[in-house]
């Protein structure tokens, strides 16, 4: 793991800095014109999104998250790869991969025109080459302005094609979930969690009244979380993604993960850019994949 010392390397005075902190972790904070952000090296985790033009935080993050090594953190944005959900033939193994709960490293950081920039990679070592044994150096690139940009880029330097799956598993903020809806699915194909991963279409705008966990297949569009409550909209906008995964646990589930905070559930909602279930990505030797969102807020 980088040190506190040789991470001050990629300080940037006002705008990138290093600190010790939950469960003893470095952190990363961010500094735009217009936004700020937190980052945990642990899992290249994003918890906190705060455009300046905003009265709330555009992430959530449970007050109830567990910061230690080798958890996830509930809430802000995980880093789901080389798979999404159980792995394929070996349900042993951690949901969702193990980069969220690995270390990554800082190998640049700038600012530029008032926007924070920072790149992280993956550090495989021989933990992870037991669940992982393929050369596909990955890194995330982090934006911070007045919106914020993620790209996870996968490189497939090994003499064969690799098949993987992944999502940028981001929890939104929102005032009551019973209150919001999603725009940009009508008309896609979806398989539903809560249902056996039974297939269905989408019909209009996606609202919540239960349980939520469905994969949407086959689709690159934008989507649109309108919260009246909070008087704003958040836009998803994607790349290099062929589906999205919407979810939400709702009470009773919640309650049993023992980490979402007393109504945690009805203040967050995951809209997930991700190339999962029948969109995984084959990636042939030689060539790289990017993931790429933006996700920024606008008054209603």
């Known amino acids: 793991m980088q040190t506190l010392d040789t991470l001050q390397a990629f300080a940037i005075d006002g705008h990138v800095a290093f600190r010790i902190g939950p469960g003893g972790l470095p952190w990363i904070d961010l500094d735009g014109a217009d936004g700020s952000a937190s980052l945990c090296l642990q899992g290249a985790h994003l918890t906190r999104f705060q455009p300046r033009a905003q009265a709330h935080p555009l992430l959530w993050l449970s007050p109830q998250a567990r910061h230690a090594r080798g958890r996830s953190i509930r809430g802000g944005v995980p880093v789901c790869w080389p798979w999404f959900g159980a792995h394929a033939t070996d349900a042993a193994l951690p949901a969702h991969g193990f980069a969220r709960t690995v270390d990554w490293d800082v190998v640049d950081s700038g600012v530029a025109d008032g926007v924070a920039q920072l790149t992280l990679r993956l550090r495989a070592d021989d933990a992870t080459r037991l669940v992982w044994p393929y050369d596909t150096p990955v890194e995330l690139y982090v934006e911070v302005g007045d919106a914020l940009v993620l790209e ?62 469905r994969v949407y297949l086959d689709t690159e569009s934008s989507c649109r979380i309108v919260d009246p409550r909070l008087h704003r909209s958040i836009l998803v906008e994607k790349g290099g993604s062929r589906s999205t995964v919407v979810w939400n646990p709702w009470q009773r589930r919640a309650q049993d993960m023992g980490d979402m905070g007393e109504d945690g559930w009805r203040r967050m909602l995951c809209v997930e850019s991700a190339n999962a279930a029948d969109n995984t990505i084959e990636l042939p030797s030689g060539e790289l994949h990017t993931l790429r969102v933006r996700y920024a807020a606008e008054p209603l």
Do not use: W
């Open 152 to 213: 996870l880029t996968t490189l497939n330097a090994g003499d064969t094609a690799v098949r993987i799956g992944e999502a940028l598993h981001a929890y939104f903020a929102v005032g009551d979930v019973a209150e919001v809806e999603v725009q940009g699915l009508d008309g896609c194909r979806y398989l539903d969690k809560t249902q056996g991963f039974a297939a269905a279409r989408q019909q209009g705008p996606l609202r919540f009244t239960a349980e939520t966990d």
